[in-house]
Structure formats: C-alpha cells, structure tokens
C-alpha cells in the first residue's frame, strides 16, 4: 500500500506572500500520478495541480507550482501572491498508473493573513 | 448536472439506526467512488463502481457497510447499525473513465453524526 505524508498540520502565511507545503510517498512503483486537491470550508474537494511522475517537468497552474523529486519521494506545492481566498485544507494524494483509487496524506490547513 | 451532487448534506442519527446517503455523478462519468474523512485525516477509499463491472469492495471497513450503483448512475451508500466510530464526512466523486490520470471530480460530502 502507498503512504503519504503530510507532515504539516497548518500553515500561516501573510497575504500576497509565498508559502510551500510539503508531502512525501512511500512506493515501489515507477510510473504513478501525484495530485494536489483543496478543500475549502465548503467541503468540495477542487484539484489543484496533477503531475505525472514519468515527466521531468514541474507542473504549474497560475499561483500554483510543485516541486517534484522523484528520487526523493517529495512532491511539495508552492503558492505564490497567497490570497484570502486560498485558505483551505490542502491534500496531497497519489495514484498509481494501474490502479483507481487516490491514496491521501492527511492533510495542511492554510492561513491567509490579511 | 454540472458536478456530483450528494444528500444529504448533513445527517445527525442514533448509535444503532440504519443511513442512507446518496451520490449523484457527473452525466456520462462511467467511475463512481466514495470515500471517507474521519475529523482531522484524510480520505479513505471505501468502494469503486465502474460501469456495468462489480464493484471493488476493498475499502468497506465492515460488513455493515454497503453501496449500489443503480442504472449506472447514481449512487447509494449504506451504513445499517450505525456506531459512532462511524461520524465522518462520506464524499463521492466520479470520473469519466478510471483511468489514473483522470480527474476525479468530489461532491461536497455528507457529514454524518452518530450520538
């Protein structure tokens, strides 16, 4: 089974600056997809960012971007220009290549300081 | 509809009562999965449907737990004799096909209370 870990339970960050969250994954696999989701108080679950591990390049979406290190197992998640409308729980789950179900890490709440 | 749509949205019910709660995937999404977040975790896999396909089980946490997936479209999730071990936010999502780079799209969730 694949475990990943979320090794921050919150995070503070003041508007319009930077904060980065980190996630690690214990797999044998080679080919898999990490995915970061946020969930906002609403409780719906929005993807964020998807990167796919047989490609080199870090994914970016906007104020999003990841920093994969395959041979780390790392895969942490940037927020640049942080706005109020961030403050979420953030998710880091993977998906093996074979398989359907997400596996997930148990979370980062971020703050958003006006 | 436009995203998976769940109900209820909140349920409060006895130790020992029966729930049912429900799951409405995207139209045309031929993966349907439900999920769990128990306070302060992440999501655990309870149960995968795939079109007409048997359902992948694995996640149930008992046998007091079961799911269907009528028509191949909606779904729902059934917890008889409930505990209180049970109170957890129940999410659904869905995808157009299982394949693993394929989004998976949440619905916001049923947040049940068992007192």
């Known amino acids: 089974a694949q475990t990943v870990t979320q090794s921050q339970p919150e995070m503070s960050v003041q508007e319009a600056e930077t904060v980065t969250l980190s996630c690690t994954y214990d797999?044998?696999?080679?080919?898999?997809?990490l995915f970061w989701y946020k969930q906002p108080p609403s409780r719906q679950m929005i993807l964020v960012i998807r990167q796919e591990a047989y490609k080199q390049q870090n994914a970016t979406e906007n104020r999003f971007s990841v920093n994969f290190q395959k041979a780390a197992k790392s895969f942490s998640l940037k927020i640049s220009d942080s706005q109020l409308g961030d403050a979420a729980m953030y998710f880091c789950?993977?998906?093996?290549?074979?398989?359907?179900?997400?596996?997930f890490g148990a979370g980062t709440t971020v703050t958003v300081r006006a | 509809g436009a995203g998976v749509s769940q109900s209820p949205s909140n349920k409060v019910t006895e130790k020992g009562k029966d729930v049912e709660l429900r799951c409405d995937p995207i139209s045309g999404h031929t993966a349907l999965y439900w999920y769990r977040q128990s306070l302060g975790q992440g999501l655990e896999f309870l149960i995968y449907?795939?079109?007409?396909?048997?359902?992948?089980k694995s996640g149930l946490p008992s046998d007091r737990f079961s799911a269907e997936r009528t028509g191949g479209s909606v779904s729902t999730l059934t917890i008889q004799r409930t505990q209180q071990e049970d109170s957890a936010v129940y999410l659904c999502?869905?995808?157009?096909?299982?394949?693993?780079?394929?989004?998976?799209?949440f619905g916001p969730g049923t947040r049940l209370l068992v007192l």
């Open positions: 797999t044998s696999e080679s080919d898999y997809y």
């Open positions: 449907f795939q079109g007409n396909s048997a359902p992948d």
């Open positions: 789950a993977y998906r093996n290549r074979n398989d359907y179900k997400l596996s």
């Open positions: 999502a869905s995808s157009l096909v299982p394949a693993a780079r394929e989004t998976q799209y």
